[in-house]
């Protein structure tokens, strides 16, 4: 019998382990679905533990730490942390996130495959691994996620890297680098690099930092970034010895054999509706893969409706509001809307609040955005100091169709930089 010959039967096959592969995993577990992961990275994860968000973070709290005169985080140089012990710290990190994630899926009796997926058809994929098999699904969902869609003035140019591969290995840096973007991968990996030593370059790539961020949230961070900021686009390769490029994302799909399906792509993303479902009726797609917004907790949203959608169930894609999180010095968060028809918007200092003026951390500002006829709360956000653990808080007002009122009238946990958010409220009903 060749290997692979024949297909073994499978329910409900999800081709990535990041955070839609295995939320839409575990999803599907708890409506009694039979699940099997293929991935293959050593844990499941996905881009997000093993390239992405848990190297970034890790490096930027390093960073800080290390900034911070008396509580060094991880053996440090003076104000620069020590490349080989973040090395060591973001792999323990990955390890133990992994291996979570592995306990998890065994709780929830989903397979785990350690390979690399392709269609073979509309109901099969042939799965590359240790072994090469085949494998005949019910229903599949595509959660591979995003990778760097390279800038055209970079082919064949050297000393090119993507952000993942940047904040995953991180080297002290000696001398200019360039990073490419203005979106929140290329402010975090500008400051990783300023944190790690480099004479670094913010090549914008466009005309505005942040665009999808009201401009009165993004200023602060302009004005006190550790790193040059240029804009517009760049027509000529930089010549910096090392290039971070983080200008632009696509689908990581070129390798699933999408050619023997159905399946429409526009501009290298997957195309699918609401309920996640592609123009092939047995095969679903979530996260990264299917385009904007490039964020974790979107991804996991989206697996969660893909496994509510296969289950019978009624879940669809409609947030009102989506969190937008920056973790640079100051954080920034934003979630909702602020360029609406009929919208106003208010800031508010942090120096209004007590615990941020104690921290010595009061150049932050609370922004929140209204429906002027309504009163309804349609955006919030802040630049400071943790502000990015605000994001929740702001989300979930946003989402349940708070008004000023309801803002105003709540009574806050003190001292805290949440509870500016209804001294926004209080200001915006008296400006009214």
Not at 253 to 263: K, P, R
């Amino acid at each position: 019998m060749v290997v692979g010959e024949f297909a073994e039967d499978a329910d409900v096959v999800i081709i990535g382990g990041g955070p839609a592969g295995y939320a839409c995993a575990f999803a599907a577990a708890q409506h009694g679905r039979i699940a099997t992961i293929v991935d293959p990275q050593p844990t499941i994860g996905g881009h997000c533990l093993h390239d992405a968000c848990i190297p970034s973070k890790t490096l930027l709290t390093a960073i800080a730490a290390a900034s911070a005169p008396g509580t060094p985080a991880v053996p440090h140089t003076p104000h620069r942390p020590d490349p080989a012990a973040l090395a060591a710290w973001i792999e323990r990190c990955r390890k133990k996130l992994g291996a979570g994630l592995e306990a998890a899926a065994r709780s929830h009796n989903v397979t785990i495959i350690k390979g690399t997926a392709r269609f073979l058809d509309a109901r099969e994929v042939q799965v590359a691994g240790e072994h090469v098999q085949r494998l005949r699904f019910k229903r599949a969902v595509i959660c591979t996620g995003s990778v760097r869609r390279p800038h055209p003035v970079l082919s064949d140019v050297p000393g090119v890297v993507s952000p993942g591969a940047f904040a995953s290995t991180p080297t002290d840096i000696q001398g200019p680098i360039t990073v490419l973007g203005h979106s929140a991968i290329a402010v975090e990996a500008a400051a990783i690099a300023a944190g790690l030593g480099g004479d670094t370059t913010l090549a914008l790539c466009g005309d505005r930092l942040l665009p999808d961020v009201p401009r009165a949230l993004v200023e602060p961070l302009e004005k006190q970034a550790p790193f040059a900021i240029e804009a517009g686009d760049i027509t000529t390769p930089p010549t910096t010895p090392l290039i971070v490029d983080a200008a632009d994302r696509k689908g990581d799909i070129a390798e699933l054999g999408l050619d023997a399906t159905s399946i429409e792509c526009v501009n290298d993303w997957i195309v699918v509706n609401d309920r996640m479902q592609t123009s092939e009726p047995r095969i679903l797609a979530a996260g990264d893969c299917v385009g904007s917004p490039l964020w974790a907790g979107a991804a996991m949203a989206r697996g969660r409706v893909a496994a509510e959608t296969i289950a019978g169930g009624h879940a669809a894609w409609d947030p009102a509001a989506v969190p937008s999180v920056i973790y640079s010095d100051p954080e920034i968060c934003w979630t909702g809307t602020h360029d609406r028809e009929g919208a106003t918007s208010l800031v508010v200092p942090w120096s209004f609040s007590g615990l941020a003026t104690a921290m010595r951390r009061a150049e932050g500002r609370t922004m929140i955005c209204w429906d002027t006829q309504t009163g309804t709360l349609l955006g919030a956000g802040a630049t400071g100091a943790a502000a990015c653990e605000l994001a929740d808080g702001f989300t979930a007002a946003v989402e349940m169709g708070t008004t000023l009122q309801d803002l105003a009238d709540m009574v806050p946990a003190h001292p805290t930089r949440s509870e500016l958010l209804g001294e926004a409220a209080r200001q915006a009903l008296a400006r009214s």
